[in-house]
């Protein structure tokens, strides 16, 4: 290969330069993108076809037809072993398999008849399919040399695709060569293959086999050639420096293998080569004694690492047990975490990387940072908690840390081995500035975002014993009831199952429309049963004007005149103005004036616009909402603040959230709380479309409590869990990471309901304070504003009667019709 002069200029450095020189420098690059994760993915072996039309001489994978053995594996031998690894916990299925062998065996072109194919090419997309659909494994295909048209069929049956370009030298497919005689090794043909592959936007794998021949700069011109197609195309999710094994029976089998500080050189060169971000692979399988080394030497995946199959390339060199690598993964100072067959990367913007078929199966299998989910909890659904929570309060003092080391929230599923963590020191940085009092920025807080294993526990730590610091051991709720007095609604936001209607998306349930005595009514139970608070929202219904809101409050403080409204989010407030033609000041004042009390911070969801446009486009925007809040303050209004998250947001998006809202605080000192809300996913149109990750895994709910005390410390104060939405363990682990009050007891709960969540509308007195010292805290009944519950509040509470069926009034009007009739 011709470089050009810079390029000359790099190689000669690097070939002059140690290897441990080098390999400080690659540290240094991939620790600064990767920080203290190396990635594995948990596959299974699917050896669709072992004949290949090539002969490369230190192949044992490859081999001619054999008499009495299948040319192919069979559609029932495929799916045997893709629901074994499905069974075995895996996710990818890893499809290898010789080039093309129907161009050179009349046996697989017999075989490929009779399965109904031309190709092995056309066979290969069907197993993959096959296998999509029968287990729900990602299929990755690794099927030799092809063209667009070829790469463009295996799109939509596999979430990424790859070849190994092994070399770029020439030479060693001349006579005596390892590539002599197998013409799918040449190099043009294979750089062609990743070049197409990225106009394909496929997410590729490639790599270099080295030992074989070549010599230093030639791997260089190699990795070189595939930098050149990754910056025009951005497609390589991974680089692969695998090591020759000579294996006997072949032509190479008394070739020299390269020594460790050659691999480890190569590995080297390969980070600084590619950067930072590049994902830079070496099989652990291959070099089992030199785990700590290759890590050294600058990479950040081990690959596919399967618990069912063997590596059928390598077959006298078995896996390492998933337990072991993460042993001698933390022994190197690094933390294992399991990611899909697609990297993070490619996975966190599927509509651009992944075909329709496959969008929805891997956005249901990642988490926020695109990492494979590694538990099945999901908001709302009633599936118990992955840990348990602290037993009680930490003790003082040095204790604390001993004792924490067995009871914080730690994220099961997640592997780490006893060695002393690198990268921690990062994190030491950023909750030392906390405790400083310094702020935060964007980066600080998504690093706080990505703690896992012992990094998720010293989060978690810092955490509560902030909040012990402000809050004490106390636990505070509030007595009130929810009152969504319609569900008819003319926006569509996808995340949305509760608004019901003519325009909704969402099916289930018929539209309603309370008329004032049923609010009357429940408002009236509500104080009878010991309330202090109701907290009213709704959708935006086409008739409804800043007048309905207006006399909503009206009827209420006519009703019971004590009780705190607590009503209308900012949607409903700059719709209501909009509607009467008044300025945000003067309508608010109106409402106050009416009787409203306080503001619910929902509306929210994420405040971001980038967000905003896919799961809420027709709601107001961040910057909207946050004129709202702040015109409330300014009036003498009171409110919360929510995050919605989980869905198609990322830690970024989270991060700016709760620096606008720490801004807006520092500004106005108007929110009371802050209040996470997972997304609860199962009956939303966004993720029925399939558009939507399960909601946040929970180690990020968990996380979220914990993230948002110590980033909003000391402008707010309280962190509110929500029982609904975590379940009763999930609330107590929240308490246990940050979180100081329990919510509303609420009565009647429809939006969450609506979703598919199953925690029920009540939680009474009687069971929040059973909870609460269950933890070893103290519980406080509080009002809507954090000061006491009056005594009298606080004894009706407690022993109250059933409520009365409420009764949701028919808004007959915005019901849809049935298709005949609507077609008569």
């Known amino acids: 290969m011709t470089l050009d002069p810079a390029d000359r200029r790099l190689a000669d450095r690097l070939l002059s330069a140690p290897t441990d020189e080098l390999a400080a420098a690659a540290r240094a690059k ?253 099989p652990p399988n291959l070099n089992p004694g030199a785990l700590a080394e290759m890590v050294a030497a600058g990479i950040n995946d081990w690959g596919g690492v399967s618990p069912v199959t063997p590596d059928h390339v390598n077959p006298e060199r078995p896996w390492p047990t998933l337990d072991r690598l993460a042993e001698q993964t933390a022994a190197a100072g690094k933390f294992l975490v399991e990611r899909l067959a697609i990297y993070p990367t490619y996975a966190r913007d599927v509509e651009r990387w992944v075909d329709p078929a496959l969008r929805t199966a891997a956005l249901r299998a990642i988490d926020a940072q695109g990492f494979a989910r590694a538990d099945d909890w999901v908001p709302g659904a009633g599936i118990e908690s992955p840990v348990a929570p602290h037993p009680g309060p930490l003790p003082a003092s040095g204790a604390r840390e001993e004792a924490a080391k067995g009871s914080s929230p730690r994220f099961s599923g997640e592997r780490e081995g006893p060695a002393k963590r690198e990268g921690e020191g990062q994190l030491a940085g950023i909750l030392d500035r906390i405790s400083a009092g310094e702020m935060l920025g964007e980066a600080d807080i998504v690093q706080l975002f990505r703690a896992r294993g012992s990094e998720f526990d010293r989060v978690c730590r810092a955490a509560d014993e902030l909040r012990q610091r402000v809050n004490g051991d106390t636990v505070s709720y509030v007595v009130t009831r929810n009152i969504n007095y319609t569900n008819v609604c003319y926006f569509r936001c996808q995340f949305c199952a509760f608004s019901k209607g003519k325009l909704t998306e969402n099916l289930r349930g018929r539209p309603y429309d309370l008329d004032l005595p049923e609010i009357r009514r429940r408002v009236e139970e509500a104080w009878d049963r010991g309330a202090t608070e109701v907290c009213m929202q709704g959708g935006i219904h086409p008739e409804y004007t800043g007048a309905t809101y207006l006399r909503i409050c009206r009827a209420i403080k006519e009703a019971v005149p004590d009780i705190h409204i607590h009503a209308f989010s900012p949607l409903e407030i700059w719709q209501g103005a909009k509607t009467l033609g008044r300025t945000l000041p003067d309508f608010l004042r109106e409402l106050k004036a009416a009787g409203l009390s306080s503001l619910p911070g929902t509306a929210a969801e994420i405040l971001d616009d980038e967000v905003r446009a896919v799961i809420c486009p027709d709601k107001i925007k961040t910057g909207q909402w946050l004129e709202v809040m702040e015109t409330a303050h300014a009036v003498g209004l009171r409110s919360t603040v929510t995050i919605m998250y989980g869905h198609v947001d990322h830690y970024e998006h989270w991060a700016r959230h709760l620096l606008r809202i720490r801004a807006l605080q520092s500004r106005t000192g108007g929110f009371t709380e802050f209040v996470p809300l997972p997304f609860v996913p199962m009956e939303t149109p966004i993720y029925l479309k399939g558009r939507a990750r399960r909601g946040p895994t929970y180690r990020e709910a968990v996380l979220m409590h914990a993230v948002s005390r110590l980033v909003l410390h000391p402008v707010i104060t309280n962190i509110q869990t929500s029982w609904v939405k975590m379940g009763a363990g999930g609330a107590a682990a929240c308490l246990a990471a940050g979180a100081n009050d329990l919510g509303g007891t609420l009565m009647n709960e429809s939006i969450t309901r609506a979703a598919g969540a199953v925690h029920g509308q009540e939680m009474p007195p009687e069971n929040m304070e059973a909870l609460i010292r269950s933890l070893g805290r103290g519980p406080r009944q509080r009002t809507t504003l954090y000061a006491d519950a009056p005594a009298e509040r606080k004894a009706a509470s407690f022993g109250a009667p059933e409520l009365t069926e409420p009764v949701n009034t028919p808004a007959r009007r915005y019901e849809r019709q049935p298709q005949s009739a609507a077609a008569d």
């Open 30 to 282: 991939r620790d600064a993108d990767a920080g203290r994760l190396l990635t594995y993915s948990r596959k299974v072996f699917i050896p669709l076809t072992q004949l290949c039309r090539d002969v490369c001489h230190y192949c044992t994978f490859a081999h001619p037809p054999r008499p009495g053995e299948p040319a192919y594996l069979s559609a029932d031998q495929v799916l045997e072993i893709a629901r074994a690894g499905a069974r075995a916990g895996c996710r990818e299925a890893l499809f290898t398999l010789g080039d093309k062998p129907e161009l050179r065996y009349g046996a697989a072109r017999e075989a490929l008849a009779r399965l109904g194919h031309e190709t092995t090419l056309s066979y290969l997309a069907e197993m993959a399919g096959l296998v999509l659909r029968e287990t729900g494994l990602l299929p990755h295909l690794n099927p030799g040399v092809m063209t667009r048209a070829d790469i463009d069929r295996l799109r939509t049956v596999s979430v990424s695709q790859g070849i190994m370009l092994e070399s770029a030298s020439e030479r060693l497919r001349r006579r005596g060569g390892p590539h002599f005689g197998s013409p799918d090794k040449d190099p043009v043909l294979r750089l062609e293959t990743v070049r197409v592959a990225g106009e394909a936007a496929v997410p590729f794998t490639t790599g270099i086999l080295i030992g074989i021949g070549e010599t230093r700069r030639e791997r260089i011109e190699a990795l070189l050639a595939l930098r050149d197609l990754h910056d025009c195309h951005g497609h390589l999710q991974e680089i692969i420096i695998q090591n020759f094994r000579a294996k006997p029976g072949t032509r190479m089998a008394q070739a020299p293998e390269p020594n460790l500080d050659d691999h480890l050189w190569t590995i080297a060169v390969a980070r600084l080569i590619f950067g930072p971000e590049m994902n830079i692979q070496a």
